[in-house]
Antibody
Framework: QVQLVDSGGGVVQPGRSLRLSCAASGFTFTNYAMHWVRQAPGKGLEWVAV????????NYAASVKGRFTISRDNSKNTLSLQMNSLRPDDTAVYYC?????????????WGQGTLVTVSS | QSALTQPASVSGSPGQSITISCTGTRSDVGGFNFVSWYQQHPGKAPKLMIY???NRPSGISDRFSGSKSGNTASLTISGLQADDEADYFCSSFTSTSALYVFGPGTKVTVL
């Protein structure tokens, strides 16, 4: 069955960097666009970034553009999010999500999330 | 502040039907048939319940249904059950630079 395992979260100081990973299994990875979606403590969901199945298309929320970079390694079925210049308002649980090529605009499958805390 | 508007809470008794609204604009909900709904139990990841306004993924009960009129989408849960108690978020593709927007979530309580 489809499984997404998020990892890499932790406590980091403002201005520092962190790299999140998502290991995918149970489906044809290249047939899915992959998203990162975050949820601040006690708050709603916020879309962060998307990458196409072949990795050629990427897009970002305005709040992270220029600071975060989404990437994927289709040979290893992994998704990554490089987060630089972190700010306290980046504190959230980060979920990776898979969206089938036939319906990009819904988040079909979700990882369990990894908590990122930005604090001095 | 979320781009989409949802009621903070909705409640119903077991067996009843409830409807959650999700209001946006012509740039998102009203302009595209790309509204989806997610169920989230406390401490858990969201789960896709409805995609493209009306479609249910495989394995989702037909007690869950979606619709849209103008700039407002709706999720209806019929035959309310205890396990339906959760937060529900709507999402839409948007023509703005945000690409995808979510509602603030609606807490469903089964009385």
């Amino acid at each position: 069955q489809v499984q997404l395992v998020d990892s890499g979260g932790g406590v980091v100081q403002p201005g520092r960097s962190l790299r999140l990973s998502c290991a995918a299994s149970g489906f044809t990875f290249t047939n899915y666009a992959m998203h990162w979606v975050r949820q601040a403590p006690g708050k709603g969901l916020e879309w962060v970034a998307v990458i196409s199945g072949d990795g050629n298309y990427k897009n970002y929320a305005a709040s992270v553009k220029g600071r975060f970079t989404i990437s994927r390694d289709n040979s290893k079925n992994t998704l990554s999010l490089q987060m630089n210049s972190l700010r306290p308002d980046d504190t959230a649980v980060y979920y990776c999500s898979a969206a089938h090529d036939s319906r990009w605009h819904s988040f079909d499958h979700w990882g369990q999330g990894t908590l990122v805390t930005v604090s001095s | 502040q979320s781009a989409l508007t949802q009621p903070a809470s909705v409640s119903g008794s077991p067996g009843q039907s409830i409807t959650i609204s999700c209001t946006g604009t012509r740039s998102d909900v009203g302009g595209f048939n790309f509204v989806s709904w997610y169920q989230q139990h406390p401490g858990k990841a969201p789960k896709l319940m409805i995609y493209d306004v009306t479609n249910r993924p495989s394995g989702i009960s037909d007690r869950f249904s979606g619709s849209k009129s103008g700039n407002t989408a709706s999720l209806t849960i019929s035959g309310l059950q205890a396990d339906d108690e959760a937060d529900y978020f709507c999402s839409s593709f948007t023509s703005t630079s945000a690409l995808y927007v979510f509602g603030p979530g609606t807490k469903v309580t089964v009385l």
